[in-house]
Structure formats: structure tokens, C-alpha cells
């Protein structure tokens, strides 16, 4: 089955109006994204090996990318090209950043994305690269034990406890897990998926009655969980082993286990709650910063990762999604498959809440992460009591909050450039 995107391009290059400098041996991409080794080989090889000029492709945590474009910001020039990260990683650096002014009016971008690219204002700060999100994952052997009259694409949180319930009892052991390693993003779990499903919020809703409620779901549920799952950080291998057989993760991360057993699996949207089916939308774009050695050549490398052909080869390489007009070919893998559909399904589904990534924390987002791992380990992991860690942690949060100044983004209610408030 062909899978075609909602995405489309026109031309860019001409559009990116930067005084032109001589053209540099080595273009520096430093980017977020593609950091796990395998990725970030397949992005020189594969993705980019396809360039006119050498393009040296370094992934780095989020920390140091800041620290290194702001310290060529400071100094008034700099070794990076273009810059690839996340939403949120842009709205850090937003005043490193040269307005990028495209003409999408042909283009067919989807109109969310293209106001996402300019983080508030009128320029166009980032250009969309591409899209991912989380899914869940299940051996077909857990299908005989989903609940009755359950739809696996429209569980209920209460549906996935009674199933992992079943599971844990009908095959001798837990065999549900999530990814609650030190690598794992079991954060984003709790920020785009838990939280808004129960409390229609992540930040201004933290402390609620309705957070407390969806902690204690997660009590309910971790009974069932493979009590491993403290050291998985990608969902893939405990999948392919059959330690686990429900499994939530990114996208990217569950790739391993459709390419290599693509009969044994199937991958469905996350669980829904009170407030709906809570989804956190991965939207990863490319930017200039204001001391590139070479705006005008990184506008074509812009234009480069934006054909087609390099879209395609893209997801090969990543697993993250075009967000240009493009068919994709029947021999891709089958994981792009599985995920295409259930990005489709979640994505255009009416009960879904859609959580952006947090934005505007700067250094500080390592810190915020924090605040909602930290009511895990004290509650689920530690067991003390859901409203006294809420209480605790909230505080915490509203101190980051303050401090960062960070205003709110969806699903919180805007708080009007003032720092989001811990209701």
C-alpha cells in the first residue's frame, strides 16, 4: 500500500533571499536530531552523500547545541551552516536565527506547520524538515487477551489496564512495558499522552484533581508492567525478545521490531482518557543562524533536504516522516508503514489533543523533563502518595516556569507572554 503525505514543496532556494558568500569547503549541520549512532551514519551516507558540497552532519543533546550557537552568536561569528532541531529547540534560540522569508502560498504546507516556522512572529524562523510521533506496539499474541469489545485503535486507558490485566495473567507475567530507562522517553509519555488525556493540560494542569486521577491510572497499570521496563530505553528489544508484548515509544524506536518480524506485530494510537486521545506531534525543521559562513549555500542545502528523493531517504535513515507532497515507494520498510497509518489515524482523529513539545525553556528543559520524572519515581516507582508529590513537584515547576519565563503552548491556555502559570 502507497502512503502519501499531506505535505508539499515548491521551490526554496530562490525564495531565501541571503547576500551570497563565497561557497565553503564544508557545510557543519548541527542538529538535534538522528543522535543515536546507527541515525546519524545513515544521515551521512544516505541522506546527505547526495549534496553538491561535504556536509559534516554532528547530532548533539539539546544543551550543547544551544550552548555552541549561542557562544557564535556572542562572538558575532560562527563554524554552523544550518541548524536542525525540534519546535521547541527553536523557540530557544529564536533570536540566534535569520528570518528566512519563503513564499509558501504555493507550496501545499500544511498552514499549522508554516506558523509553527516562525515561533510567533512574521519571518518564517525555521523551514519544516519532518514529522513523527509515539505509537503503541503489540505482539499479535496479546490480541486474544484484549478486553471484550475493545478496538484496539480506540482503547480507553481503563481498556489498557484491563488488557495488560489479562495478559500478565493468561501468559504467566507482566508483559506490558513502557519506556522508563534512563534513555527512555518515558517523559513524553507522561507530558503528550497521560496528562492531556485526563487533565486537557500538561503545565497549568500539573497539580490538578484530574492529573491525580491519571497518576493513579498509571498505579493501576504499572502492576502489569514488565518491571523492567525501569531499564528500556528503546521498546524495540524488549519487543523482539517477547519480554513485552504492549508497547508505547517513539516511532523510531519500534522501527527494529516491524523490519524484522513485520508478521508479528501491529501498532495502534495511544489510549484515550476523559479529555480524549492526548498526542504529541514530533515536528522537526531546519534554520540559519545569523553567523552562518554561508547563508546563501545553506539556503540550498535547505533545498536539497526538501526534495523528494531526500525526503524519502530521509525517513529511510530516520523513520521520521516527509513533510513534502511525495508518493512513497511499496519497498519501503514495513515499520513506515505501520507508522504512516497510525500517524494518519491519530492525527485526523476528532477526540485528539494535540500537545507541542515544550518550547521557550532554553538549558532548562533537561530541568522541566525532570519534574514529571520525578513524580513517577516518587508514586509509581516509590510509592508514596499522588497529591503530596503533585504538590511538591508542582512548586518545582512553577520555579522553572518562572525562571525561564516560558509562556504556555498547546494544550495550555495561552498565558499571553507571561510564564506559564502551575494552576
Not at 489515524?345 to 518550547?359: E, G, Q
Request: with cysteine; charged share 20%; glycine share 10%.
Amino acid at each position: 500500500m502507497t502512503i502519501k503525505t499531506k505535505f508539499a514543496l515548491s521551490g526554496i532556494a530562490a525564495a531565501l533571499m541571503m547576500p551570497a558568500i563565497p561557497a565553503s569547503a564544508e557545510i557543519l549541520f548541527w542538529s538535534t536530531q538522528a543522535k543515536p549512532v546507527e541515525e546519524t551514519q545513515r544521515m551521512r551516507d544516505d541522506v546527505l552523500s547526495g549534496f553538491t558540497d561535504t556536509v559534516d552532519y554532528q547530532a548533539s543533546d539539546e544543551g550543547p547545541w544551544i550552548t555552541r550557537i549561542q557562544a557564535e552568536t556572542q562572538a558575532g561569528k560562527g563554524t554552523i551552516g544550518v541548524l536542525g532541531g525540534l519546535h521547541g529547540d527553536f523557540t530557544s534560540v529564536e533570536d540566534t536565527l535569520t528570518d528566512i522569508p519563503v513564499d509558501l502560498a504555493a507550496a501545499k504546507v500544511i498552514p499549522g506547520y508554516i506558523e509553527l516556522g516562525k515561533l510567533g512572529g512574521e519571518g518564517q524562523k525555521y523551514v519544516p524538515w519532518m514529522q513523527a510521533t509515539y505509537m503503541m506496539a503489540a505482539n499479535k499474541q496479546a490480541l486474544e487477551f484484549l478486553p471484550d469489545g475493545a478496538d484496539i485503535n480506540e482503547l480507553t486507558y481503563d481498556q489498557l489496564i484491563a488488557w495488560c490485566k489479562n495478559i500478565a495473567e493468561g501468559s504467566g507475567g507482566p508483559k506490558c512495558g513502557l519506556p522508563a530507562g534512563p534513555k527512555g522517553l518515558k517523559h513524553r509519555f507522561f507530558q503528550g499522552y497521560l496528562l492531556p488525556s485526563y487533565t486537557g493540560g500538561t503545565v497549568r494542569t500539573f497539580k490538578s484533581a484530574e492529573a491525580e486521577e491519571a497518576w493513579n491510572k498509571l498505579k493501576e497499570l504499572w502492576q502489569y508492567v514488565n518491571p523492567a521496563s525501569t531499564n528500556y530505553g528503546f521498546m524495540q528489544e524488549p519487543l523482539l525478545t517477547g519480554e513485552v508484548w504492549v508497547a508505547f515509544d517513539h516511532t523510531a524506536r519500534l522501527a527494529d521490531a516491524f523490519n524484522q518480524k513485520p508478521d508479528d506485530f501491529v501498532g495502534f494510537p495511544a489510549p484515550k482518557g476523559p479529555k480524549g486521545r492526548g498526542y504529541m506531534p514530533v515536528i522537526a525543521g531546519m534554520a540559519v543562524p545569523s553567523t552562518a559562513p554561508d547563508a546563501a549555500e545553506a539556503a540550498t542545502l535547505i533545498e536539497y533536504m526538501l526534495k523528494p528523493e531526500t525526503q524519502i531517504a530521509t525517513l529511510k535513515a530516520t523513520n521520521f516522516f516527509p513533510v513534502v507532497d511525495v508518493e512513497l515507494p511499496d519497498d519501503l520498510p514495513p515499520s513506515v508503514k505501520v507508522a504512516g497509518e497510525v500517524i494518519a489515524a491519530t492525527s485526523n482523529s476528532p477526540d485528539s489533543i494535540t500537545t507541542l513539545l515544550p518550547m521557550g525553556l532554553g538549558d532548562a528543559g533537561g530541568k522541566f523533563n525532570q519534574a514529571y520524572t520525578d513524580v513517577f519515581e516518587r508514586t509509581i516507582l516509590g510509592g508514596q502518595p499522588v497529591r503530596q508529590a503533585l504538590d511538591e513537584q508542582g512548586a518545582a515547576l512553577a520555579k522553572i516556569m518562572e525562571e525561564t519565563g516560558a509562556p504556555c503552548w498547546a494544550p495550555d491556555a495561552s498565558s499571553d507572554g507571561a510564564p506559564c502559570p502551575v494552576e
